[in-house]
T-cell receptor, first 117, second 113 residues
Framework: DTGVSQDPRHKITKRGQNVTFRCDPISEHNRLYWYRQTLGQGPEFLTYFQNEAQLEKSRLLSDRFSAERPKGSFSTLEIQRTEQGDSAMYLC???????????????FGAGSRLTVL | DAKTTQPNSMESNEEEPVHLPCNHSTISGTDYIHWYRQLPSQGPEYVIHGLTSNVNNRMASLAIAEDRKSSTLILHRATLRDAAVYYCILSGLAGGGADGLTFGKGTHLIIQP
């Protein structure tokens, strides 16, 4: 098990371009989360999947953002028409379903750093 | 929503114990207390979690106050590799997904050699 993998690790793009990030969770984990982190801040929740179903989306996830997890395994996060304010680290995490709600332990990937010029 | 309060930064010396405090005065009876840390240029890493009793693992100890309104993460013998941002998080906060996490700004721990 290699943990949670994210690709690419770094992406530089021009304003207005589309970008896509991929996350490969730990294989037996059925829950997958996306977070965004800007400099000096803690990670902010974006969205959450239980298997292939997207069950919750943050208000931070504008209509330019879309996330999928088509087969309940890997996930993609696409940002359309990028803006400079989208520059951030995008983190993916996965977890199994906890026996006790609240005792859930998340395993994070190393993140994908986006720079929008 | 129950929130946590942590000092912005703390400094300690290598090979000495470190006590990282966290206040969570509005914690509910079902909220677990989680600690994660984030090393530079990496994603957050799970450290420890607990509900009511003190907890120990290979990384750290978690001391939970009897009224559960505060907790302390204890690193028994800090090394330079422990320099990171440490987040104290309560489970069950709205907006984090099912059993997801709502992060604050955490405590930036500086370890002096």
């Amino acid at each position: 098990d290699t943990g949670v993998s994210q690709d690419p690790r770094h992406k530089i793009t021009k304003r207005g371009q589309n970008v896509t990030f991929r996350c490969d969770p730990i294989s037996e984990h059925n829950r997958l989360y996306w977070y965004r982190q800007t400099l000096g801040q803690g990670p902010e929740f974006l969205t959450y999947f239980q298997n292939e179903a997207q069950l919750e989306k943050s208000r931070l996830l504008s209509d330019r953002f879309s996330a999928e997890r088509p087969k309940g395994s890997f996930s993609t996060l696409e940002i359309q028409r990028t803006e400079q304010g989208d520059s951030a680290m995008y983190l993916c995490a996965s977890s199994p379903t906890a026996v006790n709600s609240g005792a859930n332990v998340l395993t994070f990937g190393a993140g994908s750093r986006l720079t929008v010029l | 929503d129950a929130k946590t309060t942590q000092p912005n930064s703390m400094e300690s010396n290598e090979e000495e114990p470190v006590h990282l405090p966290c206040n969570h005065s509005t914690i509910s009876g079902t909220d677990y207390i989680h600690w994660y840390r984030q090393l530079p240029s990496q994603g957050p890493e799970y450290v420890i979690h607990g509900l009511t009793s003190n907890v120990n693992n290979r990384m750290a100890s978690l001391a939970i106050a009897e009224d559960r309104k505060s907790s302390t993460l204890i690193l028994h013998r800090a090394t330079l590799r422990d320099a990171a941002v440490y987040y104290c998080i309560l489970s069950g906060l709205a907006g984090g997904g099912a059993d997801g996490l709502t992060f604050g700004k955490g405590t930036h721990l500086i370890i002096q050699p």
